[in-house]
């Protein structure tokens, strides 16, 4: 489950006039990690002041609330829904061109999935998904699928290195293994790809108290990629 903390991101506020006149009309479009969708949050600049982000915060009330069909949502200055609107001209989102799997000449030996082939289990986090699916021998696997669904150069660039690179690794026993590269099903696109999971939670919980094996891990990790 993801962290309700991290489940929006905010693209900011647009006003459609001075951001100092309280009852200039804003919309600002929330990313809902949990349900892959972007959502318009409309109200007034007297709700949504430059750098606040309260949106986030706003739409967390009703996320679970709406119908997948919602493009957007209308509150009063007291953040209360008054409207919501279906209509795709809402949508702000942009289109994300994957790269076609014929074209990715360094992933020519890797080993791929379609995507309607995975089971999604649980989200860890944004753009993290523990799946399953079953092998060529219908043995079924459990693995961590990680994809980018934003259309920004730097995401687009940070995912497309980690699969290069991580698929390129040596087998290393304190490294995860790559797994498959993850394909759309209709044009057999790039979309991500998946590593072993391995369960016992992340250094993110507090609780987990950090053991000095670790560090020696990490230290014979860089000691082994350099």
């Not at 998904?129 to 043995?139: A, P």
């Not at 690179?165 to 590269?181: E, G, Q």
């Amino acid at each position: 489950m993801i962290n309700p903390q991290d489940r929006f991101w905010s693209k900011g506020q647009n006003y459609r006039g001075p951001s100092e006149k309280p009852t200039t009309e804003t919309y600002c479009n929330v990313w809902d990690w949990d349900q892959l969708r972007m959502v318009k949050v409309k109200g007034t600049a007297k709700l949504f002041p430059p750098e606040e982000d309260r949106e986030l915060s706003i739409l967390a009330r009703f996320a679970d609330y709406l119908s997948p069909e919602v493009r957007a949502i209308t509150v009063d200055d007291d953040g209360l829904l008054t409207g919501v609107s279906t209509d795709l001209e809402e949508d702000d989102t942009l289109f994300l061109a994957y790269i076609p799997f014929s074209l990715c000449e360094s992933l020519d030996n890797c080993r791929t999935i379609q995507y309607s082939k995975l089971q999604e289990l649980d989200r860890l986090g944004p753009c993290i998904e523990l799946v399953s699916y079953e092998n060529e021998s219908r043995i079924p696997q459990k693995v961590v699928f990680k994809f980018n669904v934003l259309n920004k150069p730097l995401r687009m660039q940070m995912a497309w290195d980690e699969l290069n690179i991580l698929k390129s690794l040596p087998p290393h026993p304190n490294i995860i293994p790559f797994d498959r590269v993850v394909l759309e099903d209709q044009e057999s696109r790039v979309i991500g790809f998946t590593t072993k999971y391995i369960p016992g939670g992340t250094l993110a919980n507090s609780k987990i108290p950090f053991r000095f094996e670790w560090l020696q891990q990490l230290t014979q990790v860089v000691d082994f990629s350099t």
